[in-house]
């Protein structure tokens, strides 16, 4: 120290120092003697300069300690300054000579103790609930069947295992694995880059885009689970468009990213059961539905075919509307001939009796043109009756085919049959068939006798009312005055 300090003038025993030198020694002083020191205190007022520098106050009740993080010590530093965190900081004391103070440059700050954390934690999430990022409105669905899966967490841990598991055995999904920190000071810049690399995937890309986030880690002490603590990490999970589920720590571990996820899951194996169903439960629970199905399907045609059948009885029997038909054509056919003789007995006798005071001349005129009136008045009849019979055979074709229509034997046709007993009594199910001692099946084209221990067929072809014939009336030579017709 002799070398920086000037030997006193001649009478005084005091040596003399500029201010520079006293600051420089004062420095080396303060710099020596406190090289590495652990300061405990609260955090003050914090001000970060666009420099990247940060200075701060450490405190207690009784005295104040200026501090200061160079830019290039500050992104090295695991907790933050936040003003009112109680910290230990370690570094070494210094000075700087321009203000004549001293100051602790800060290497490494430490959160004192769990509740000094957790008033921080509590901070934290007070500032981040006034802005609504933990509201339940704002919460994404998760999708009941995702495609791909983006599991953010450490590749080597036992929790990736545990959910590949998990989702193999409920429901193999495709997963896309982003290696993260899980712990120190590296975890929350990580895991936020993971979330937000998630969200900038292209959907339909070569890398598909998942569907579902998983954000995971196992349990742990406080300190180990902080980087899921801090506000990065928070707000990349409120800001993703992709559901997240946070599965961070055993059921009764909550951190902040819990509170801004769209789902929280109590463990990592939790969190697999939330993101996919079981595949075996979707199997049964579409048979099931299937059964229903077929059963709601069966029930109603069993109650159409009942109705029909109802209906059906209400009808009238198509063979007693053709009987009523077919009497009133063969009355009228049979009146016909009888009607058409008393006409011509009746035009004969006017004949005569008008044609007895006529010379013959007249006579013979007169009755060539009554010859002829009747000539064609009896065409006009012949005629109209065989308009009226063909009108009537037409009606009676139509009454047929109705019946026919109508009938069992159309329904033959489609490929059913009508099972009988011995008795010709209708069997409609298979007790009174095992009953009966012998059965007769009708198909279409004929009807099989089944007995005990022989078959015999029996073709019946079903008859058809047959269509009236009218005979129509052949013209007759003319022989004279004998025949009109």
């Known amino acids: 120290m002799s070398d920086l300090i000037d030997d006193p003038e001649p009478g005084q025993n005091a040596p003399e120092f500029s201010v520079s030198e006293i600051s420089g020694v004062v420095k080396r002083t303060i710099e020596g003697q406190f090289s590495y020191v652990r300061v405990r205190g609260e955090i003050g007022r914090v001000n970060r300069y666009a420099s990247g520098?940060?200075?701060?106050?450490?405190?207690?009740e009784g005295a104040v300690l200026n501090a200061v993080t160079w830019k290039g010590q500050a992104s090295k530093l695991s907790v933050q300054p936040e003003e009112g965190m109680e910290v230990v900081a370690v570094g070494k004391l210094t000075s700087f000579p321009k203000q004549s103070k001293y100051q602790m440059n800060v290497l490494e700050l430490r959160v004192a103790g769990v509740g000094a954390l957790m008033a921080m934690l509590e901070k934290r999430k007070k500032a981040l609930a006034s802005e609504g990022l933990f509201d339940v409105d704002r919460k994404?669905?998760?999708?009941?069947?995702?495609?791909?899966?983006?599991?953010?967490?450490?590749?080597?841990?036992?929790?990736?295992?545990?959910?590949?598991?998990?989702?193999?055995?409920?429901?193999?999904?495709?997963?896309?694995?982003w290696p993260v920190a899980v712990q120190g000071d590296r975890c929350a810049p990580e895991v936020s880059?993971?979330?937000?690399?998630?969200?900038k995937m292209t959907a339909g890309g070569s890398m598909p885009r998942p569907d579902l986030i998983i954000v995971a880690r196992g349990g742990g002490s406080i300190e180990d689970?902080?980087?899921?603590?801090?506000?990065?990490?928070?707000?990349?999970?409120?800001?993703?468009?992709?559901?997240?589920?946070?599965?961070?720590?055993?059921?009764?571990?909550?951190?902040?990213?819990d509170y801004v996820s769209d789902q929280r899951a109590p463990t990592p194996t939790a969190a697999a059961e939330l993101a996919v169903p079981v595949r075996s439960e979707l199997v049964a629970w579409l048979a099931s539905m299937e059964e229903r199905r077929v059963r709601a399907l069966s029930d109603g045609l069993a109650r159409r075919q009942q109705r029909l059948r109802d209906l059906s009885r209400a009808l009238p029997n198509p063979a007693d509307i053709l009987a009523m038909q077919a009497q009133r054509l063969d009355l009228l056919g049979g009146r016909l001939p009888r009607a058409l003789q008393t006409v011509i007995d009746q035009r004969k006798a006017?004949?005569?009796?008008?044609?007895?005071?006529?010379?013959?001349?007249?006579?013979?005129?007169?009755?060539?043109a009554k010859k002829d009136t009747l000539q064609r008045v009896?065409?006009?009849?012949?005629?109209?009756?065989?308009?009226?019979?063909?009108?009537?055979?037409?009606?009676?074709?139509?009454?047929?085919r109705l019946r026919e229509t109508l009938g069992y034997q159309a329904t033959l046709e489609r490929g059913y049959a009508v099972v009988r007993d011995v008795d010709g009594v209708l069997v409609s199910d298979t007790v009174a068939a095992q009953a009966a001692a012998g059965l007769e099946i009708q198909f279409k084209d004929g009807r099989l006798a089944v007995g005990a221990g022989a078959?015999?067929?029996?073709?019946?072809?079903?008859?058809?009312?047959?269509?009236?014939?009218?005979?129509?009336?052949?013209?007759?030579?003319?022989?004279g005055q004998g025949s009109l017709f």
């Open 455 to 479: 078959t015999t067929m029996t073709t019946v072809v079903p008859t058809k009312p047959e269509k009236a014939k009218v005979a129509k009336p052949k013209p007759k030579k003319d022989e």
């Open 378 to 400: 009896g065409r006009n009849f012949v005629r109209s009756y065989q308009s009226k019979v063909e009108g009537e055979r037409k009606r009676l074709n139509n009454l047929e």
């Open 350 to 368: 006017q004949v005569v009796e008008h044609g007895a005071g006529l010379r013959p001349q007249v006579l013979q005129r007169g009755v060539v």
């Open 225 to 257: 689970l902080w980087g899921f603590n801090e506000e990065a990490v928070a707000r990349a999970a409120a800001a993703s468009d992709i559901p997240l589920i946070s599965a961070v720590g055993h059921e009764t571990d909550t951190t902040l990213i």
């Open 140 to 177: 994404k669905p998760i999708p009941y069947l995702p495609e791909v899966i983006g599991v953010v967490t450490s590749p080597s841990g036992a929790v990736i295992r545990d959910i590949l598991h998990r989702l193999k055995d409920r429901f193999p999904r495709k997963v896309l694995i």
């Open 53 to 60: 520098h940060i200075y701060y106050d450490l405190k207690d």
């Open 193 to 199: 880059a993971a979330i937000d690399g998630f969200n």
